[in-house]
């Protein structure tokens, strides 16, 4: 299959399947030099791996990462990083039944028709699982971003209507990015407030009597990224964000700043003032524009949304095909998720992490003061 690499200078290539041996990355572009430990990427796996909560699927997987190459004492070498993450809890008779029918929601039906052929046991490339080995390359992402003071920070903003403050109101602008992420870690569905998340969790207790699941938003903001990332036509910064994004299974929207919503607003009120600070800095006095101008990141913090769709796996009877196209009525068994939202938080800020990481290093060449700092001699 083609697709499985992101990024250009910073670049990932992903294999494996929910129930092959393993899965992992290889990080190629990584400057050497970088401090990376396997307990590290540990601590982002973790936040991602099923079992965690009653609103995760209870599959007992460790998700225990090793460092194949391109990390020698303690640092990264600047040779490729290959990460390696060995499934453990595999369990095919789960799944054997689905081999016959089209499950409706997943890929089945589309890796037959592009295929022909298709690994029945699971989600195979499809499953919510591939996104362990962008979470491990994405952990190597936030340990450059981190050398530079650039913080990711995701969250689920919302869960059904059950929606975190004030829609109206970003987070970012109330909260610093440690204030979040201390109070996304207090919930157990990931929602920075204690209040919504708690009225969540009583939807979702009484969805999963119903078999049933839903779905959400996670909200991610960027801080410290300079001013000029991205490139102006194809390669904006925001359509390689849309992209990271929409690679991700079941997130099915992307919105930067204002979103949707500029579609309501005058021009005056999508427009952001700029105004000199007394340090002489260019700045905003709003970020309706989500801090990317024209495809290039302005200075201020990068702040979009996702919109994730419910879990597709729900237990109550569904109606779909065989492959031979007679009509049958199916009910899914297995482990699900009653909720991906809470679970992709974490994948959410690392394929963000990985976008940034790949503009800061396709961007050194932009001017030639960047040259000269790299690689000018004193005249
Ligand atoms: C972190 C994560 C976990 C997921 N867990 C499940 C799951 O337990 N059950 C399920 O049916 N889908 C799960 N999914 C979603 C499916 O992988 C996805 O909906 C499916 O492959 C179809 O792709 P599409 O929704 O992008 O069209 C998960 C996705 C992510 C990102």
Do not use: W
């Amino acid at each position: 299959m083609n697709g499985s690499s992101f990024g250009t200078s910073f670049k990932i290539t992903t294999f494996g399947e929910s129930h092959g041996a393993a899965l992992g990355v290889i990080v190629d572009g990584c400057p050497a030099g970088i401090p990376l430990s396997a307990e590290y990427i540990q601590t982002f796996l973790d936040r991602r791996k099923p079992g965690q909560n009653v609103y995760s699927t209870p599959r007992k997987e460790n998700d225990t990462v090793e460092i194949l190459s391109g990390v020698f004492e303690g640092s990264t070498t600047g040779t490729s990083i290959a990460l390696l993450i060995r499934n453990e809890a595999q369990r095919s008779g789960d799944y054997s039944e689905i081999a016959s029918y089209y499950r409706p929601g997943h890929a089945d039906f589309t890796f037959d028709a592009k295929y022909g052929f298709r690994d029945y046991r699971g989600g195979g490339r499809s499953s919510g699982r591939e996104t362990a080995a962008r979470v491990a390359a994405g952990a190597v992402a936030c340990a450059l971003l981190d050398t530079l003071n650039i913080k990711v920070c995701a969250y689920a903003k919302s869960i059904n209507e059950y929606v975190c403050f004030d829609t109206k109101e970003y987070l970012a602008e109330r909260y610093s990015v440690e204030e979040i992420a201390s109070m996304r870690d207090k919930s157990p569905l990931n929602m920075p407030d204690a209040d919504a998340s708690a009225k969540a969790e009583a939807y979702l207790q009484r969805l999963r009597e119903e078999h049933n699941s839903a779905g959400g938003t996670i909200e991610c903001v960027l801080t410290g990224l300079p001013a000029g990332l991205g490139d102006p036509v194809f390669e904006k910064f925001d359509a390689r964000l849309a992209h990271a994004m929409l690679s991700i299974g079941a997130v099915k929207g992307f919105e930067l700043g204002s979103g949707f919503e500029a579609a309501l607003l005058t021009g005056t009120e999508q427009n952001d003032p700029f105004y000199t600070d007394e340090a002489g800095n260019i700045k905003k006095r709003t970020n309706r524009a989500g801090g990317v101008l024209g495809g290039m990141t302005d200075g201020s913090d990068v702040l979009f949304r996702v919109a994730v769709k419910p879990t597709p796996s729900v237990y109550a009877p569904q109606e779909t095909v065989k492959q031979d196209g007679s009509a049958y009525t199916c009910q899914i068994t297995g482990r699900h998720d009653p909720i991906i939202v809470s679970r992709a938080v974490v994948v959410v800020e690392c394929m963000a992490a990985l976008t940034a990481a790949d503009a800061l290093l396709s961007n050194l060449g932009s001017k030639l003061e960047h040259l000269k700092m790299i690689y000018g001699t004193e005249q």
